[in-house]
């Protein structure tokens, strides 16, 4: 991991952009900690970190005020990292569909969602191997948010991540409901229940498919981009109980 930058926001948040080999990435610590900071990993779209900054300083501000330090990745094929044609191909044909008002097939789904997560998971682990190396960070480690799928794959397979908080607001290969019941870390499952773009029964459907004792699903009225403050608030809170 190399260090191309920082700077103190106007909190004392200390932002560090950061490369692993080819993957840029941003990792912020609060102000002061007296013990390591536990970590959480911020998950998003692969629309491009400079496009998700404001939002993902956002929560990393809010996540800093609570003791925590975060961190997040370049997804493979997004921003400044080399184009993915696959991937393209596959957003171009779920454009046209929804465009056209047809039903976004399994196939679509398939091709955008299960590269991306073959791909990014591996990443995020060596993300994680890295910065749990770093002096000030310490366990345990939580995820949130992000393409769902991304979460669920980390979820089975990384031991290092506690907890998690997904935001059900992207599509599911039917495969992923398999991978789902192996799911057993407590879940904190954002859904914005007149999401435009994605179906609110799949959504149900996942949640009831995770394997997890304890599961909590937020419903909140609105649409994608209409989440209330107050469900940032129980996230973290959610966070803070199982991190801390």
Do not use: C
């Amino acid at each position: 991991m190399h260090f191309t930058s920082e700077q103190h926001l106007d909190d004392g948040v200390l932002e560090r952009e950061f490369t692993l080999g080819e993957i840029p990435g941003i990792l912020w610590t609060p102000a002061s900690a007296s013990a390591p900071a536990p970590l959480i990993l911020l998950g998003h779209p692969p629309l491009g970190l400079r496009k998700m900054y404001p939002r993902l300083v956002a929560r990393a501000r809010h996540s800093a005020a609570e003791g925590f330090a975060t961190a997040t990745i370049e997804l493979p094929g997004s921003g400044d990292r080399p184009r993915w044609p696959a991937a393209e191909q596959a957003r171009a044909d779920l454009r046209r569909a929804m465009e056209a008002g047809e039903p976004v097939s399994d196939e679509i789904v398939d091709a955008l969602i299960l590269p991306l997560v073959d791909k990014a998971v591996p990443e995020w682990q060596a993300a994680l191997d890295a910065l749990l190396t770093l002096p000030g960070i310490g366990g345990p480690v939580g995820y949130s948010g992000g393409v769902i799928s991304i979460g669920i794959r980390l979820a089975v397979v990384e031991p290092r991540i506690s907890a998690a908080g997904f935001f059900a607001g992207s599509f599911v290969p039917r495969a992923m409901f398999e991978e789902a019941r192996q799911v057993t870390i407590p879940l904190h499952v954002l859904l914005q229940w007149d999401d435009e773009g994605n179906d609110r029964q799949s959504a149900l459907d996942l949640f009831d498919a995770f394997g997890s004792k304890e599961k909590t699903l937020h419903a909140n009225m609105g649409g994608h981009t209409g989440v209330p403050q107050f469900a940032g608030d129980a996230a973290a809170q959610f966070f803070t109980r199982h991190l801390k």
